[in-house]
RNA sequence: CGAGCGGACUACGCGGCCGCGGCGUGCGAAAGCACGGUGAGGAAAGUCCGGGCAUCGCAGGGCAGGACGCCUGAUAACGUCAGGUGAAGGCGACUUCAAGGAAAGUGCAACAGAAAUAGACAACCGCCCCGUCCUUAUGGGCAGGUGCGGAUAAGGUGGAAAGGCGAGGCAAGAGCUCACCGACGGGACGGUAACGCCCCGUGCCAUGUAAACCCCGUCCGAUGCAAGUUUGGGAUCUCUCCACAUAGGGUUGCCCGCCCGGGGAGAUCCGCGAAUAACGCUCGAGCCUAUCGGUGACGGUAGGCCUAGAUAAAUGGCCGCGCCAGACAGAACCCGGCUUACAGGUCCGUCUCGGAUC
RNA sequence: GGCCUUGUGGUCAAGCGGUUAAGACGGCGCCCUCUCACGGCGCAAUCCCGGGUUCGAUUCCCGGCAAGGUCA
């Protein structure tokens, strides 16, 4: 299963103008509906060096992919919170919460 | 055995499942799918130097500016490296050093101190003069002087005070004289050289600072892959700037020289991806092994190897084992260095010092 | 990725190698006043950090760290 990347600024921007905001403790999900699905992380310079924003990228796709057979198509942004680690764990339950939250996925039976 | 010194290397590993960026092959109209193989560092970092490469100048000169600075070598080049010299530190192995010139010139040296680069003052000594006391007198003592001469040793300071220390000498003193040390000049020898060492001579010839200006020597055109190349179209109209030349524009900060006849902005129509796409973009001063030359940096020869090329930007997640933890940290055009960050571990040495034993 | 700039009390800042490190706003304490304001006096600085040059460094040199700007 394939997803697309949010990749140019205009519609990064028309994302963050026009779709939803839900927090969490790790992080802050923006999502928009759409045909396909596609996603971007967002992670600046706050967060360390460059070793650092890739580790917390990594996690957030990763995390991210695990909930990808069941979602319905749409545009997500993911912002993480600064914080002192940031772990797998958080940020798999928190995404899941969220899109539960907002029947985008189906509720798994299991 | 303990404490050190110098050098080299490594940077969690293995297995299973899921997943990511290039590449190759196959299938497919395409999106994509399958398989194979590949995929971050010693510093990829800081951007501090040096190159390659690209564009501009048409590749000329001068000034200004900048960098470097013991010697010899290595190198494409360097502010780097190697070997040596000198100085400083350490018992030692060894380490550190922007290490040219202060009699080319200029500047600065607070406070303290009599005085800060050099004259004076006070103090010292002799002569002369005057006062006073002792003495018959000669002579002597004490206190002094807008006087003359000698002379810079001592003077609480200070980073620095006119070579140092000792002896002689003198009215008092002074390299005035002598020995030793230092400095300067000359010569012989060794060394490619920096320099070393020895001999002779000169009483000594001028504080520090050049990471102050500066002088001497060597080197440097500017901008940087967001460089730059290709596609990025065509037509019409309007406005504006400058000009027919001692002007204007371009050219490196300036001057000379050289080059140029137009430049800029907006609107409309066909067209439409314009922070875009492709190239640059990875085979290169490349890496590995052997061998030869060299003390070494490095170079020669032979054989083998191909080893990331992304562009909102690829290495992750989960499980198991090794003991549970595992540093600093992520390529963005490419190389050579320097500097800075860094858990742990491994190896080497006719290495050094101390202790014990034989 | 490249190229630059700046770090001085809480804030804005001056500072030609020798200063008690100016000044303004703000803060705190005291005086003045019945009280407040105004006014007066005083206090508060690791000169971003570490080395070096120098007799002496906020200043000069080297290396870090942090903040900011710029390119199409």
Redesign the pocket.
Known sequence: M?YL???K?KE?TSVLKSGKRLHEKTLTLVYFPSEATAM?V?VGKKFG???QR??I???LR?AF?GYLPLLTPCKVLLIPKKKEAY???EFSRDIGKLLEKERLIERRTG
């Open positions: 394939k990347r949010l990749k600024a990064i971007a967002c060096g460059s070793v890739n580790r990228k990594r996690l990763e992919r772990f797998y764990g």
